[in-house]
């Protein structure tokens, strides 16, 4: 299979579909491999680098989607790229299409089959594409609120690990997943005053046990959120419901009764965000203010590590490649896991949260493979 490559386009966003180590696995496999010129420049991943790896660099975008037979990226689509996918092409990246009805429609028109990373899930039912992105973001999220906490960035000119005589910042982090585990062990680790909320009775005792009394595991209603909300000098929004969008756990009125110069962090943005005031923003613009609340909603956050999460990406999505490059409808048909990642294809929507967000109709994915 003649595999493409493009560089990323979305407002920094340094990070790139395959690493040369990743082109010379699929190379091995018997695969083509088309590099976009510069494509892995911002994670020091030179055109000279892909080539020793077996990889050919063409010089445009237009040329990747032109010859691509799969097409391998990071981020969703921009509209014009989304206009020259094309039916029979194969689409490998991340989508977050229930808050999304203008890519949504977009990738339908295409025709092109769309597998997002987000949605393929292991034995276990857990999301093993977005597990890597999700540990880098939970990391990031309290490093980016520590920063935010200073008085010179809108903060409440908190440390959030105080010093001996001053007690240590108070951390809210809204669910207890991949995101909520590593956002948690970072503020723990930093000498915050962590509390956790899930409404998994079962991952709270796991969480209890692995945190020995560090931090508090509490079961999550709407009036702890309030309690631990409105003490909170960092919260994280931390949820994901899967394929489908956040739900807002932090209401306006909420946010305007937090203490002034707290600071949210809603890694959900893109899935929507959690919170009622979030609106997506970028690395070189993270934060606005609202109800004297410093909000970071940063669509792409590990695009901010973007040497370190490109490679933990690739770690990931590679295996899934393989198959997709292998035999792609057969890959498809026979791996449960692989086909909860379909999305789209041949212009219907074959992932019931999507559809069910958007008001599509929905074709389950071992039908609409049939087509």
């Given at each position: 299979m003649l595999i493409g490559v493009p560089k990323e386009i979305k407002n920094h966003e340094y990070r790139v579909g395959l690493t040369?180590?990743?082109?010379?696995?699929?190379?091995?496999?018997?695969?083509?491999?088309?590099?976009?010129?510069?494509?892995?420049?911002?994670?020091?991943?030179?055109?000279?680098?892909?080539?020793?790896?077996?990889?050919?660099?063409?010089?445009?975008?237009?040329?990747?989607?032109?010859?691509?037979?799969?097409?391998?990226?990071?981020?969703?689509?921009?509209?014009?790229?989304?206009?020259?996918?094309?039916?029979?092409?194969?689409?490998?990246?991340?989508?977050?299409?229930?808050?999304?009805?203008?890519?949504?429609?977009?990738?339908?028109?295409?025709?092109?089959?769309?597998?997002?990373?987000?949605?393929?899930?292991?034995?276990?039912?857990?999301?093993?594409?977005?597990?890597?992105?999700?540990?880098?973001?939970g990391r990031m999220s309290v490093?980016?609120?520590?920063?935010?906490?200073?008085?010179?960035?809108?903060?409440?000119?908190?440390?959030?690990?105080?010093?001996?005589?001053?007690?240590?910042?108070?951390?809210?982090?809204?669910?207890?997943?991949?995101?909520?585990?590593?956002?948690?062990?970072?503020?723990?680790g930093?000498?915050?005053?962590?509390?956790?909320?899930?409404?998994?009775?079962?991952?709270?005792?796991?969480?209890?046990?692995?945190?020995?009394?560090?931090?508090r595991c509490v079961f999550s209603t709407n009036a702890a959120i309030e309690e631990y909300a409105l003490e909170a000098d960092l919260v994280i929004g931390a949820v994901l419901v899967h394929g489908a969008a956040a739900p807002k756990l932090l209401s306006t009125d909420l946010i305007k009764r937090m203490k002034k110069g707290a600071v949210v962090v809603d890694v959900a943005i893109d899935q929507g965000g959690c919170f009622e005031t979030s609106k997506a923003t970028t690395h070189d613009k993270p934060t606005y203010i609202v109800h004297e609340i410093v909000h970071y909603c940063v669509a792409n956050m590990p695009g901010g590590v973007a040497r370190t999460a490109t490679m933990a990406l690739n770690n990931a999505t590679l295996p899934y490649a393989i198959a997709l490059a292998n035999d792609p409808i057969n890959a498809l048909f026979t791996n449960a896991n692989l086909q909860n990642g379909l999305n789209v294809h041949k212009g219907s929507v074959t992932y019931k949260a999507v559809a069910d967000a958007l008001g599509y109709s929905y074709v389950p994915a071992d039908e609409a493979l049939k087509v």
């Open positions: 040369p180590s990743s082109v010379m696995e699929l190379v091995k496999h018997g695969h083509n491999i088309l590099i976009q010129h510069d494509a892995g420049a911002g994670v020091d991943f030179s055109d000279d680098q892909y080539i020793s790896a077996g990889a050919e660099i063409v010089s445009t975008a237009e040329e990747i989607f032109a010859r691509g037979e799969m097409i391998i990226k990071v981020k969703e689509p921009q509209p014009h790229e989304c206009k020259m996918l094309r039916e029979g092409q194969i689409l490998y990246t991340y989508l977050h299409l229930a808050p999304d009805p203008d890519q949504t429609k977009l990738l339908v028109e295409s025709g092109a089959t769309c597998v997002a990373y987000e949605t393929v899930t292991d034995a276990d039912g857990g999301l093993p594409l977005l597990a890597p992105m999700s540990e880098v973001a490093q980016a609120g520590a920063h935010h906490l200073e008085k010179a960035q809108g903060g409440r000119g908190v440390l959030l690990g105080g010093v001996p005589g001053v007690a240590a910042a108070k951390v809210l982090v809204i669910g207890g997943g991949v995101v909520g585990y590593n956002a948690a062990s970072m503020a723990v930093m000498g915050a005053d962590v509390t956790i909320l899930d409404r998994s009775i079962p991952r709270l005792r796991q969480l209890d046990s692995e945190y020995e009394g560090r931090a």
